[in-house]
């Protein structure tokens, strides 16, 4: 079993930075696939970035060059460093964890862990 915890969401004005934090519980973090998600209103969940137990990246097409993923195994922790934030990216940010190691599908339903979700706001 994995818990985890989101921070650093808040407002924040078109153009400018957040970095988002998700603390995993368990002695095997290394082992994960990692994701960050956003669900906006009306919308379903989607996939904004993962890492595999690797480190290889993957992002979806509109956070490219704007968004980092990364990991810290020691600290069993996982980020998602956002820049130059634009309205659309406002959303609730989810952490999801996959027990496989391996990304796979990036669909929501295919992840075994969450978080509790952190809210962004951009505003214009």
């Known amino acids: 079993q994995v818990q985890l915890v989101e921070s650093g969401g808040g407002l924040v004005q078109a153009g400018g930075s957040l970095r988002l934090s998700c603390a995993a519980s368990?002695?095997?973090?290394?082992?994960?696939?990692m994701g960050w998600f956003r669900q906006a209103p009306g919308k379903e969940r989607a996939f904004v970035a993962t890492?595999?137990?690797?480190?290889?990246?993957y992002y979806v097409d509109d956070v490219k060059g704007r968004f980092t993923i990364s990991r810290d195994n020691a600290k069993n922790t996982v980020y998602l460093q956002m820049n130059s934030l634009k309205p659309e990216d406002t959303a609730v940010y989810y952490c999801?964890?996959?027990?496989?190691?391996?990304?796979?599908?990036?669909?929501?339903?295919?992840?075994?862990?969450w978080g509790q979700g952190t809210q962004v706001t951009v505003s214009s």
């Open positions: 999801a964890a996959k027990s496989s190691g391996s990304v796979g599908s990036v669909h929501y339903s295919t992840w075994d862990y």
């Open positions: 890492v595999n137990w690797a480190g290889t990246l």
């Open positions: 368990g002695r095997t973090f290394g082992t994960y696939a």
